[in-house]
Structure formats: C-alpha cells, structure tokens
C-alpha cells in the first residue's frame, strides 16, 4: 500500500465521482466516500490505513507506478 500514489490518484476522480460511497465499511463508522478516504488518508489517521488497506485489497486504486500512469494517461501530479 502506497499512500502517495493514492494522493497522486485522487485528484484524477472526476469531481461527480468524489462524493461516491466506495466503501461499505460498518466496522469503520459506515459509508465512506472518495472525500472521505482521502481526508483520512492524507491525515494519516488509523482509520486512513485501514481504508487504504481495503481499497487496496479491493483493486479499487492503482497499487504501481505504472498502474497509476495507465489511470491518469501518463501524467504525474
């Protein structure tokens, strides 16, 4: 799991899309969406690690450098 290729995937969600539950996540609080993943996992926080750890897990988010340059059409952000 790679946190920094998560905060480079991020901003490549169309807006539209960041307020998507993308998680199911009870054992967390409940719903997560985009926003919320990202706030927690740029904070860091335990709850941040554990969502990454599913959306991981899940295929849900670029693991590699090159899955992430497939996501965004090459582009670093």
């Known amino acids: 799991m790679d946190r920094s290729i998560f ?3 991020y901003p490549n969600l169309p ?5 998507d539950v993308v998680l ?3 054992e967390l609080g ?3 969406t985009w926003e919320v993943a990202y706030r927690e996992i740029q904070s860091g926080t335990k709850i941040g690690e ?3 750890q599913k959306l991981t897990e899940l ?3 670029p693991t590699t450098e090159e899955e992430l340059k497939n996501f965004t059409g090459g ?3």
Request: charged share 30%; aromatic share 8%.
């Open 50 to 52: 554990q969502i990454l």
């Open 24 to 26: 199911n996540a009870p």
């Open 7 to 9: 905060l480079r995937f």
């Open 59 to 61: 295929k849900f988010i």
């Open 15 to 19: 807006l539209g899309v960041r307020r």
């Open 75 to 77: 582009e670093k952000k």
């Open 30 to 32: 409940g719903p997560i």
